[in-house]
């Protein structure tokens, strides 16, 4: 059964759907995207979503004509339309774009925008969770950081590496060798218990990051945003990826270095459980994910877990 599309005030089989081969989306890549998925078959993070695809339209001087509550609307609809056609347990990725429209002389914009939301079934591979993943870092990175842009040849090419080398994700260092971002993720690592990510200069603000730093500040777990060398990534006693597909994945290894003992470590299952367990089934039960990150019970939970699994180690 096909999932329904919405595409420029229609909703459309996804087969059926189709934009001008004239739009700068396709000749430039000038647009803009964002991508969510739900639980429970809601957009747990809308909110903060719908926020960076306006920061993102306004990087590139892109003029995003939808307010936002017509985006939510527009979101709410197509899902209502997918819910209808799957079972209720069915989760959905939801894609948003808007284009840079059609344009006269196949570079210049003029308006004449299309606003797409696809809304496609979707599962999480949970079974790296258990094992943790190989990523490799590359010399690549984003023209426009801080935007989700449609122009995505760098992470393209950063996937060719990462399916060369037998790898999960491809991580972007700057020319001083720093770590970046993930071609499609956010970067962590624990060095002496502490939780260190880098800072938003020079990569995308990443929703799933953003609910981990406050999942982690409510947990009381010590955090420092700040540049990370990848030498210094080589020796972190664990690391990990987050974003919105995947959420938290561990890293065992980088490049053809172990990282810590080569396997998932008690820190990151920590996080793993906190979000996956603890998280996401009170949003299940209907709470909203703020308030879910003010709930003074996390800190209890987070303790508890890691006592639990300390005493096995």
Known sequence: MEEIFYVNGQYVRKSEAKISVKDLVVLRGFGVFDFMVTHGQ?????????????????????????????IIEIINETLRKNKQLFSASQEFSIRLIYTGGLSKDNVSYSGDNSFICMVEKFSKDCSVCETGVKIIT??????????????????????????????????????????????SSSVFAFFNGVLTTP?????????????????AERCQIPIEIRAIHIEELLKAEEVFITSAGKRIIPVVRVNDSVVGSGSVGWQVKALLFMLEEVVLSEIAKGRLMEDVLTNDNLLDEYLKYTKSILSKL
């Open 138 to 183: 590359v010399d690549y990175g984003r023209l426009f950081p801080q935007a989700k842009t449609t122009m995505y040849v760098p992470a393209v090419l950063t996937k060719m590496r990462v399916h060369e080398k037998g790898a999960y994700e491809g991580i972007y260092l700057d020319q001083n060798q720093f770590v970046l971002e993930g071609a």
């Open 199 to 215: 800072p938003l200069d020079s990569i995308l603000a990443g929703v799933t990051r953003s609910v981990l730093l406050k999942l």
């Open 42 to 70: 809601y957009p747990i993070t809308l909110t903060e979503n719908i926020k960076r695809f306006r920061k993102s339209a306004n990087q590139i001087e892109l003029p995003l004509l939808h307010s936002d509550q017509e």
